[in-house]
């Protein structure tokens, strides 16, 4: 490649993002899924598009699919919330594993007997749409807040039933007679077992590396916790387990481990999920026919259409049988079953596969994706509102707190942003009552910082600067979570730690202690105060990690 021939693929490649840009936009006004826009994207630049770029390489698109695929699950699973997953994890495991495989079974057979395709196609086409994806769900439905118990459910579900399904695709694909139903079910609870032990394990070490060790800028920690996450992946696949299960609890317990510079990380994630999501529905939008659809069209409708009114709604009611969840939300859970890139980049396993009908499977897919997401997508706020399942909008919203380690001074910075809707708001510095070995040392309000009095009366929009010795730094975290939602009673409230069992030296009430408490923190620091004017830890600590955090 010449480099006239490299700056003008950069430039197309520039243009494209800045479009795609340019749709998150349009799609969270519409509420229609951005995944719609990006393979409107890829469709204009392809085979009958304006363009006419004729791309039609089956494996590429799977491998840059699957690379993808795990950047996304990295960012679902760090974005996770343990405090939300947790009550709803066997109900997500069992709808991830058995509602699959009753969805799979319906929707393969509607496919054989209404569709007319034979037993290896129908179970095909039965196995990759019946993958839900987060991404395309909670795209259309961040206005409208759900109860911490569906979004557990929706996300783990998401997370979690990715990997039986890549294992039933393969198996399904793969050439000879399929196996009989009993050894696919082992070889399924084998894998999985393999990957979750993995991801578990990866995850732990990730996380108590992370929290230990400084490094010497900023920057590196995004970039260690995304190297972390994948190789999990990577780890896991190369153990013969799911690597996609390894990847997203992996992440989840590094989502959830408090890590330094946190905010950063999340963001940094965030962006190359998105950047991820692109790619990969601009390179199947190229990779599609739209003439070749036309045939199809009608196919993916009946299928589509016994996939979301019967195999979905049974598959969750079924399932989660057990666990006595009022009938509207499981309503709204069997509505909320959107298809997304998951499915599509699935439907290029049997193309490299050589299956025979595989072009006729992925375009089948296509359509039943784009339709019933049409369909699905902007009617999903629609039908949370009917059933009346929507969130305490009064809620109080957790604290963003951000932690920079000390690692030479033993010692920890919390930035601590306190939004709108959280009860720290007119609480005083005393009333936080944080253990001792931790203070309040600045507040920054509309843009103005100054030290604060035990009096001082904190507002939402303040962030604060808490420096807390390393035994005491995550019951100050805690403490200050406590604080955020249940206010200055939090203790009594049975919120987060009780004041009886607060250690002595605590700052009480009337904010006695606070200010000899930071004096003698400070000492103890060797002069790490500094760094909270804004000069950063400096020659203290060399690492320069504690420089802002966030404020």
Same mark, same amino acid.
């Given at each position: 490649?010449?480099?006239?021939?490299?700056?003008?693929?950069?430039?197309?490649?520039?243009?494209?993002?800045?479009?795609? %840009?340019?749709?998150?936009?349009?799609?969270?006004?519409?509420?229609?899924?951005?995944?719609?826009?990006?393979?409107?994207?890829?469709?204009?630049?392809?085979?009958?598009?304006?363009?006419?770029?004729?791309?039609?390489?089956?494996?590429?698109?799977?491998?840059?699919?699957?690379?993808?695929?795990?950047?996304?699950?990295?960012?679902?699973?760090?974005?996770?919330?343990?405090?939300?997953?947790?009550?709803?994890?066997?109900?997500?495991?069992?709808?991830?594993?058995?509602?699959?495989?009753?969805?799979?079974?319906?929707?393969?057979?509607?496919?054989?007997?209404? %569709?007319?395709?034979?037993?290896?196609?129908?179970?095909?086409?039965?196995?990759?749409?019946?993958?839900?994806?987060?991404?395309?769900?909670?795209?259309?439905?961040?206005?409208?807040?759900?109860?911490?118990?569906?979004?557990?459910?929706?996300?783990?579900?998401?997370?979690?039933?990715?990997?039986?399904?890549?294992?039933?695709?393969?198996?399904?694909?793969?050439?000879?007679?399929?196996?009989?139903?009993?050894?696919?079910?082992?070889?399924?609870?084998?894998?999985?077992?393999?990957?979750?032990?993995?991801?578990?394990?990866?995850?732990?070490?990730?996380?108590?590396?992370?929290?230990?060790?400084?490094?010497?800028?900023?920057?590196?920690?995004?970039?260690?916790?995304?190297?972390?996450?994948?190789?999990?992946?990577?780890?896991?696949?190369?153990?013969?387990?799911?690597?996609?299960?390894?990847?997203?609890?992996?992440?989840?317990?590094?989502?959830?481990?408090?890590?330094?510079?946190?905010?950063?990380?999340?963001?940094?994630?965030?962006?190359?999920?998105?950047?991820?999501?692109?790619?990969?529905? %601009?390179?199947?939008?190229?990779?599609?026919?739209?003439?070749?659809?036309?045939?199809?069209?009608?196919?993916?409708?009946?299928?589509?259409?016994?996939?979301?009114?019967?195999?979905?709604?049974?598959?969750?009611?079924?399932?989660?049988?057990?666990?006595?969840?009022?009938?509207?939300?499981?309503?709204?859970?069997?509505?909320?079953?959107?298809?997304?890139?998951?499915?599509?980049?699935?439907?290029?396993?049997?193309?490299?596969?050589?299956?025979?009908?595989?072009?006729?499977?992925?375009?089948?897919?296509?359509?039943?994706?784009?339709?019933?997401?049409?369909?699905?997508?902007?009617?999903?706020?629609?039908?949370?509102?009917?059933?009346?399942?929507?969130?305490?909008?009064?809620?109080?919203?957790?604290?963003?707190?951000?932690?920079?380690?000390?690692?030479?001074?033993?010692?920890?910075?919390?930035?601590?942003?306190?939004?709108?809707?959280?009860?720290?708001?007119?609480?005083?510095?005393?009333?936080?009552?944080?253990?001792?070995?931790?203070?309040?040392?600045?507040?920054?309000?509309?843009?103005?910082?100054?030290?604060?009095?035990?009096?001082?009366?904190?507002?939402?929009?303040?962030?604060?600067?808490?420096?807390?010795?390393?035994?005491?730094?995550?019951?100050?975290?805690?403490?200050?979570?406590?604080?955020?939602?249940?206010?200055?009673?939090?203790?009594?409230?049975?919120?987060?730690?009780?004041?009886?069992?607060?250690?002595?030296?605590?700052?009480?009430?009337?904010?006695?202690?606070?200010?000899?408490?930071?004096?003698?923190?400070?000492?103890?620091?060797?002069?790490?105060?500094?760094?909270?004017?804004?000069?950063?830890?400096?020659?203290?600590?060399?690492?320069?990690?504690?420089?802002?955090?966030?404020?």
């Amino acid at each position: 490649m010449t480099v006239h021939a490299l700056n003008e693929l950069l430039l197309v490649c520039s243009l494209v993002l800045l479009v795609a %840009v340019a749709a998150v936009r349009i799609s969270s006004r519409s509420g229609l899924p951005s995944l719609l826009l990006y393979l409107g994207i890829g469709i204009a630049l392809g085979q009958d598009g304006i363009f006419d770029v004729k791309f039609d390489n089956a494996e590429l698109t799977q491998v840059f699919g699957y690379a993808a695929l795990v950047v996304i699950l990295a960012e679902g699973g760090l974005g996770a919330k343990w405090k939300e997953v947790r009550p709803v994890l066997p109900a997500a495991a069992v709808i991830s594993t058995v509602g699959v495989g009753i969805s799979v079974g319906i929707t393969a057979a509607a496919a054989h007997y209404l %569709v007319g395709l034979d037993w290896r196609q129908a179970l095909i086409i039965g196995a990759v749409v019946s993958s839900t994806d987060a991404a395309a769900v909670f795209s259309v439905l961040r206005r409208v807040p759900l109860p911490p118990r569906i979004t557990g459910v929706l996300e783990a579900e998401s997370g979690f039933n990715d990997a039986p399904v890549v294992i039933m695709v393969v198996a399904f694909s793969a050439a000879g007679p399929v196996e009989h139903w009993y050894i696919l079910v082992a070889e399924i609870a084998m894998e999985l077992a393999i990957g979750a032990a993995i991801g578990i394990a990866v995850g732990w070490l990730g996380s108590l590396g992370l929290r230990h060790v400084a490094l010497p800028a900023s920057g590196l920690y995004p970039i260690a916790v995304m190297a972390i996450a994948v190789s999990a992946y990577a780890a896991g696949a190369m153990a013969h387990g799911s690597g996609f299960l390894a990847v997203y609890l992996a992440a989840m317990i590094l989502g959830n481990s408090k890590l330094p510079h946190w905010p950063a990380t999340r963001g940094f994630a965030d962006g190359l999920g998105w950047l991820a999501q692109i790619g990969m529905f %601009v390179l199947l939008g190229l990779l599609v026919t739209p003439h070749d659809l036309v045939d199809d069209f009608w196919p993916a409708i009946v299928v589509g259409l016994v996939l979301t009114m019967v195999a979905r709604p049974l598959s969750v009611f079924l399932s989660l049988a057990p666990f006595r969840l009022p009938a509207r939300e499981k309503v709204l859970m069997s509505w909320a079953g959107l298809r997304g890139a998951v499915p599509i980049v699935l439907a290029t396993i049997p193309m490299v596969s050589g299956v025979e009908g595989s072009t006729r499977i992925f375009n089948i897919v296509f359509v039943l994706v784009i339709v019933y997401t049409l369909i699905q997508g902007p009617t999903l706020p629609w039908v949370a509102n009917k059933l009346n399942i929507a969130d305490d909008p009064a809620e109080a919203a957790d604290l963003g707190i951000e932690s920079a380690p000390l690692e030479r001074l033993r010692g920890h910075l919390l930035s601590v942003a306190i939004p709108t809707k959280s009860k720290m708001h007119g609480v005083e510095v005393g009333e936080l009552r944080l253990p001792a070995g931790a203070a309040v040392t600045l507040v920054v309000r509309e843009g103005k910082s100054f030290v604060p009095s035990p009096a001082t009366v904190l507002r939402r929009g303040d962030e604060l600067l808490v420096v807390a010795t390393d035994p005491v730094r995550d019951r100050a975290e805690e403490r200050l979570r406590a604080v955020g939602e249940g206010g200055k009673l939090a203790g009594w409230l049975g919120t987060g730690r009780s004041p009886a069992s607060d250690a002595p030296g605590m700052v009480g009430p009337h904010g006695g202690s606070a200010i000899p408490q930071g004096m003698k923190l400070a000492k103890k620091l060797g002069g790490a105060s500094t760094g909270v004017n804004g000069s950063g830890n400096g020659s203290a600590n060399g690492s320069g990690s504690g420089t802002k955090t966030g404020l």
